[in-house]
């Protein structure tokens, strides 16, 4: 006997229901959704982050900013897939008309970043626009990834990344040379 399992993104407005509705054509099986994934409350995909850095070409235009530095990021904790030691997509999700994919760092390393290339099934990048960087209440490090392509678009697409962990100091056999001038 195979399972076959269903990966599905919310987008905000969604309940059990819809989503029921859509892949069983029934709002009633929307219970067996709920028993097949009982770790997953479906709740709200955005909350409000202090956001200690970002990059991009849209970073300062991003539509999700708020007032005293603080900007809309998915709900940090929905998930976790690890990619690995340390390092996990934690949630992905659709806020308005952009794809949102966020890491965790769980190490407490000063420089833990890392980035990834969303690519279409022809290999092309996908248009990153903003990079936001954030910690929570428990000073757990997230970066979030934001990606200009719709829910329609998005199955094929496969992710490359690059991730960097570390602690506060390297040990090692290392010299480093520099000139000094006036």
């Known amino acids: 006997m195979t399972t076959d399992n269903i990966i599905h993104l919310t987008t905000e407005g969604e309940r059990w229901d819809t989503i029921a509705w859509r892949y069983y054509g029934s709002v009633n099986e929307a219970g067996r959704i ?11 995909v955005d909350t409000a982050q202090y956001i200690l850095g970002g990059s991009g070409k849209d970073f300062e235009t991003y539509s999700g900013w708020l007032a005293g530095g603080e900007a809309l990021t998915l709900r940090p904790g929905g998930w976790e897939l690890p990619l690995m ?26 420089d833990d970043h890392g980035w990834f290339d969303l690519l279409t099934p022809m ?23 934001v990606y200009n392509i719709s829910p329609e678009d998005l199955p094929g697409c496969t992710l490359s990344g690059v991730f960097t962990t570390g602690g506060y100091l390297l040990d090692g056999n290392w010299k480093v040379t520099f000139s000094l001038e006036k």
Not at 88 to 99: E, T, V, Y
């Open 85 to 110: 030691e340390g390092v996990s997509i934690s949630s992905a999700g659709f806020m308005g008309d952009q794809f949102h994919l966020q890491l965790r760092f769980d190490g407490d390393g000063p």
């Open 34 to 44: 709920m028993k097949a994934n009982p770790g997953v409350p479906l709740v709200p």
């Open 123 to 145: 290999g092309g990048a996908v248009q990153n626009p903003v990079n936001l960087s954030f910690r929570d209440e428990d000073g757990t490090k997230y970066e979030e990834r």
